[in-house]
């Protein structure tokens, strides 16, 4: 017997032995370090932690962390690493136990990346690399050096969307790890869930999920601090002549109450820069139900998403490396939400 949408997304999160504090960084394979560097510091404002002869770590103004995305030179552009802080460096081998439980790829790196101690790597059951970390170098916050900031600017790294063709089992899986459902899209008739919000930290979301061809990487979600950063950053990319970059918005979601922006990097990855969401850190919080017949459950203002945000995404890496197979999903949120406009 199936379990509803409304059933699904009101399971508790499991009580586990370890604890997922966050979402903490995206790692990128770029084809050309030196034009991701222009656009991530130079257009965008973020601050250099670090850089290698193949690497560059970068984080928000807000941010205390060593880094919060890393940009990889690679012959082929895509998402490597998905990473979580967790509370303690026990809780790394109880993860990497569970995971092997699973059948899972895993593997125990140490100080992989600069600013980094132990870290477990794994691929999960729907073929997406995690990371699960603890300790990462300090810097002091720039949150209030308004003299020299860039950008919007970029003040935190918040989330990760996965376009996943397996969404109630992913749904579930993130359940089983801990995360609350906060919001959700669901379809009127079958109740099915095409988009799905998973958290740990009191906001929206660490995890959201989409259903579509996958595994791929849909985009890294950063914070800013105001409406009127995103709007800086329009200004700014077109008096740069980077107008092609924004891929849709300004506008508001919604699902998550958020005021966004997406771009897109000179390889295609996708990032949202947005403001706005709420508290979510109540016991009993209940998710909250869109209907996807609901035109403003993607947009409650704003001009309607292009095809690409739909059918493009960062494709994954498997574990031996190589750019990770991709199927499609039984549901096309796009061609419903298309027929419904109709």
């Known amino acids: 017997m199936s379990v509803s949408a409304p059933e699904l997304v009101a399971a508790k999160a499991q009580p586990r032995p370890y604890d997922v504090v966050r979402s903490a960084y995206g790692e990128l394979i770029v084809s050309d370090l030196a034009a991701s560097e222009?656009?991530?510091?130079?257009?965008?404002?973020?601050?250099v932690s670090a850089r290698t002869d193949d690497r560059i770590y970068l984080r928000g103004w807000e941010e205390r962390a060593h880094h919060s995305i890393v940009l990889q030179a690679g012959p082929q552009s895509a998402a490597?690493?998905?990473?979580?802080?967790?509370?303690?460096?026990?809780?790394?081998?109880?993860?990497?136990?569970?995971?092997?439980?699973?059948?899972?790829?895993?593997?125990?790196?140490?100080?992989?990346?600069?600013?980094?101690?132990?870290?477990?790597?794994?691929?999960?059951p729907f073929g997406f690399p995690l990371e699960f970390f603890h300790e990462m170098e300090q810097f002091d916050t720039q949150l209030q050096r308004f003299d020299i900031q860039r950008g919007a600017p970029v003040m935190r790294f918040d989330h990760f969307n996965l376009?996943?063709?397996?969404?109630?089992?992913?749904?579930?899986?993130?359940?089983?790890?801990?995360?609350?459902?906060?919001?959700?899209?669901?379809?009127?008739?079958?109740?099915?869930?095409?988009?799905?919000?998973?958290?740990?930290?009191?906001?929206?979301?660490?995890?959201?999920?989409?259903?579509?061809?996958?595994?791929r990487l849909h985009h890294l979600g950063f914070a800013v601090a105001e409406p009127l950063a995103i709007l800086r950053v329009c200004d700014q990319l077109a008096a740069a002549g980077h107008t092609r970059a924004i891929e849709r918005g300004p506008g508001r979601h919604g699902a998550t109450n958020a005021f966004f922006l997406y771009l897109r990097d000179p390889d295609g990855h996708r990032i949202e820069l947005y403001t706005g969401d709420y508290y979510t850190g109540d016991p009993d919080l209940k998710p909250r139900r869109w209907s996807l017949s609901d035109p403003s459950c993607r947009s409650f203002w704003g001009t309607p998403?292009?095809?690409s945000w739909y059918q493009e995404s960062s494709v994954v890496l498997s574990s031996d490396g190589s750019p990770s197979g991709v199927v499609d999903a039984t549901i096309d949120e796009q061609q419903i939400r298309s027929e419904l406009m109709v």
């Open 305 to 307: 998403a292009p095809d």
């Open 163 to 215: 376009h996943t063709p397996q969404l109630e089992q992913a749904l579930t899986f993130w359940q089983e790890l801990g995360f609350r459902c906060t919001e959700y899209i669901a379809t009127d008739d079958d109740e099915r869930i095409v988009f799905a919000c998973m958290a740990r930290k009191a906001t929206v979301h660490d995890v959201a999920l989409s259903a579509g061809r996958g595994p």
């Open 80 to 124: 490597a690493r998905m990473a979580f802080r967790v509370r303690s460096e026990d809780d790394l081998e109880r993860l990497a136990a569970e995971f092997e439980a699973l059948g899972c790829p895993v593997s125990r790196v140490e100080s992989a990346h600069v600013g980094m101690g132990a870290a477990v790597r794994v691929w999960d």
């Open 38 to 47: 222009r656009f991530y510091v130079d257009l965008l404002g973020f601050i």
